[in-house]
C-alpha cells in the first residue's frame, strides 16, 4: 500500500507531531489550489538571492503545476554559484529530487536533495565533491536550505503526503535568482568577468524558462560534458 510510507513516517515522534499541528493546514493549501491530497504531485524551486523556496502542486491527471505557497529561506552560506566539492560551502544549484527523509534529523526534520548529480559528477571535483545537502529545519546552514522548524514541518508533511499518495520523485530545482530579464542582468553585471559561471548558468537558465513558460517539468537528461539538455 503507497499509504504504508505515512504510516511508517508516522511512527516518528517529529512527523506524528508535524501532522498534529500542520496537516489541516497543508490540506487547506492544497485543496484552496485545486489539488487533491490523493492524487498530489510536488514540485519545490529554490531561489538562492531571494532567498525564497516555493511549492508547485499538480493532480497526478493534470499538465500543468499551480504555485501553492512559499517559505523563506532563513540563513544561507556561500556565494551564488554551483556547488563543485566538499567544504566550499555552497548551496548546489541545478536539477535535483529528493532522495531522502530523515525524521530525526539534527536539525529537526529534513529532506535530502541527491546532490551531487550527473552533471555536478562531470563538472566538480574528482572525488571530492561532498554531499548531505538537505532542506531542514533550525536557521544555521553550511551548503544546506534551512527553513526553521515551524515550516519544516509543512513542507515535510507534503513531502510525506505526496511520497505516500505515489509520487517517486519530488524534484527540487535550484537557481543563483530568478532567471527572468532582471535577475540575468543582474548576474551579467555582477560575474561579467566569470565567463565559466556566466555559461553555466544560461545553461540552467533554460531550464527556468521551460518551466516558467509551460508550468510543466522538462524531461533532463545530461550531455557529456556535464550540460543539462532539456526537452
Known amino acids: 500500500m503507497q499509504d504504508d510510507f505515512k504510516i511508517q513516517q508516522k511512527k516518528n515522534a517529529r512527523v506524528k507531531t508535524a501532522f498534529s499541528e500542520?496537516?489541516?493546514?497543508?490540506?487547506?493549501?492544497?485543496?484552496?489550489?485545486?489539488?487533491?491530497?490523493?492524487?498530489?504531485?510536488?514540485?519545490?524551486?529554490?531561489?538562492?538571492?531571494?532567498?525564497?523556496?516555493?511549492?508547485?502542486?499538480?493532480?497526478k491527471t493534470d499538465a500543468a503545476y499551480k504555485f501553492v505557497t512559499s517559505y523563506p529561506v532563513c540563513s544561507s552560506s556561500g556565494t551564488l554559484g554551483p556547488k563543485r566539492k566538499q567544504g566550499d560551502l555552497q548551496v548546489p544549484e541545478g536539477f535535483y529530487e529528493i532522495n531522502h527523509f530523515n525524521p530525526a534529523s539534527n536539525f529537526y526534520l529534513s529532506l535530502g536533495v541527491n546532490y551531487p548529480n550527473a552533471s555536478d559528477k562531470i563538472l566538480g571535483a574528482k572525488g571530492n565533491l561532498g554531499g548531505s545537502i538537505y532542506i531542514h529545519g533550525d536557521c544555521v546552514t553550511i551548503g544546506c536550505i534551512?527553513?526553521?522548524?515551524?515550516?519544516?514541518?509543512?513542507?515535510?508533511?507534503?513531502?510525506?503526503?505526496?511520497?505516500?499518495?505515489?509520487q517517486s520523485k519530488i524534484p527540487v530545482h535550484i537557481f543563483p535568482c530568478k532567471m527572468d530579464a532582471a535577475g540575468m542582468k543582474f548576474l551579467e553585471t555582477e560575474y561579467k568577468e566569470n565567463a565559466a559561471l556566466l555559461s553555466f548558468w544560461?545553461?540552467?537558465?533554460?531550464?527556468?524558462?521551460?518551466?516558467?513558460t509551460n508550468k510543466t517539468?522538462?524531461?533532463?537528461?545530461?550531455?557529456?560534458?556535464?550540460?543539462?539538455?532539456?526537452?
Open 22 to 59: 500542520k496537516e489541516i493546514r497543508v490540506k487547506k493549501l492544497f485543496s484552496d489550489n485545486g489539488t487533491e491530497i490523493s492524487s498530489l504531485n510536488i514540485f519545490f524551486r529554490v531561489f538562492k538571492k531571494e532567498k525564497t523556496l516555493e511549492v508547485w502542486a499538480k493532480n
Open 146 to 166: 534551512p527553513l526553521t522548524d515551524d515550516k519544516i514541518k509543512e513542507v515535510y508533511v507534503m513531502a510525506v503526503e505526496a511520497k505516500s499518495n505515489g
Open 202 to 212: 544560461k545553461n540552467i537558465k533554460k531550464g527556468f524558462e521551460f518551466f516558467e
Open 217 to 231: 517539468l522538462p524531461a533532463i537528461s545530461v550531455s557529456a560534458k556535464g550540460a543539462y539538455v532539456f526537452r
